[in-house]
């Protein structure tokens, strides 16, 4: 074990690793400009056991994790390039673009997070369906290395004002012990797992008083075993976190550990096996979620492949998501019917137990809406049949409702309802969008 993993690479280190490694020497301009921009983080486990530096840019993995220039429009790319030395038009250019990222997608910022009774936000906490409690540790606030498709990403670029954070365990656990609905927290960020142990621990082990027993899931999503999985075999700190999580589990708690595999890459390192390993150990569950995005998994093989992995190593497949209306979504994104169609021929490769990924799922501002594909109904229109997994109102989960069939609709504001009693479901639709025609193929 060379103890790669805990370094990593950011800001002009990144392109002067692009520049070594790499022939083409535009990629690491590509790095120096759209950097500014968007965050991006590599460890060393990526860069030694991931990346195949002789396919670059077109192998998954780079594409997963590093710039290139069509992340951005080209006249944002020009404009962030010419500001490049003079740092007052730097910030203001790089400003402009990240406005125009959408940062915050679904009104994370106004409609999710909680208020106390003296009308105080609960910082660091979003309470979007009533069984769930998402809590963002402050300093788990960044991860190993970035996903350049992630939603997230605003909370990495320095602006406190696109950052959600708490502000420590105590209000936290006030908060949840005044709402017994809540029987599930996610630990969630950034990526909880770059917090040192005695970081963490005081928020585990609140969940334990009296007072919260209706906590009765606590789950940590995670890139840790694809991009540092040494945190959890052979870190000095690897064994305090086992011995907490086992503690959690032994106390009647169901654990889950929200697994983020985008590509079946990531789980062929011998050490990243063994982390598996060690943590279903200690009682976890393993649970795998990710978006299909273009460059790097818009391949049926690529998840069949995959989630056969998974199984294989007791991770269960949870989540294939559709890619999110924020960052560079021009670059990622793919038009759901395609979504839709990847998702079902993966399925069709797989066992029983290989088809437990629900998918394409949509995570909307009012609510994850799965689409079950596309339909012809009486009249010979075409048209998605659609159901919500979860919603902020509960009566509109799992009931079927259709949305007019668009074969380049990448989102859920893109989608009009079909007929009028579709309406209520698609509330956030926009208006106007027109009707295709045909049907899919």
Known sequence: MNGSGTRTVTGRRLAALVRERCADPGLARDVEVVSQVLPFKVSGHVIDHLVDWKSAPDDPLYRLLFPHRDMIDPAHFRAVERALGDPVALRGAVAAVRDALNPHPGEQLTRNIPRHDDGDQVEGVQHKYAQTALVFPRHGQTCHAYCSYCFRWAQFVGDPGLRIADDGPRRVTDYLRRHPEVSDVLFTGGDPLVMRTELLQPYVEALLRPGLEHITTVRIGTKALSFHPARLVTDPDAGPLLRLLERLARAGRHVAVMVHVSHPRELEPDLTRLAVSALRSTGAELRSQAPVVRHVNDDPAVWADSWRAQIALGIHPYYL?????????????????????????????????????????????????????????????????????????????????????????????????????????????????????????
């Open 321 to 441: 998501f559709m890619e999110r209306d924020t960052g560079a979504r021009r670059y990622f994104g793919l038009p759901i019917q395609r979504a839709y169609e990847i998702h079902r021929s993966a399925t069709t490769r797989l066992s029983g137990l290989g088809r437990t990924a629900r998918g394409p799922v949509m995570s909307t501002t009012e609510g994850k809406v799965t689409v079950d594909g596309p339909t012809r109904l009486p009249g010979g229109e075409w048209a998605f049949a659609l159901r919500f997994l979860q919603a902020r109102d509960a009566d509109l989960v799992g009931r079927p409702f259709h949305a007019r069939w668009d074969p380049q609709a990448q989102w859920w504001s893109e989608l009009a309802p079909f007929a009028d009693h579709d309406r209520p479901f698609l509330a956030g639709a926009a208006p106007g969008v027109p009707v295709r025609q045909g049907g899919p193929r």
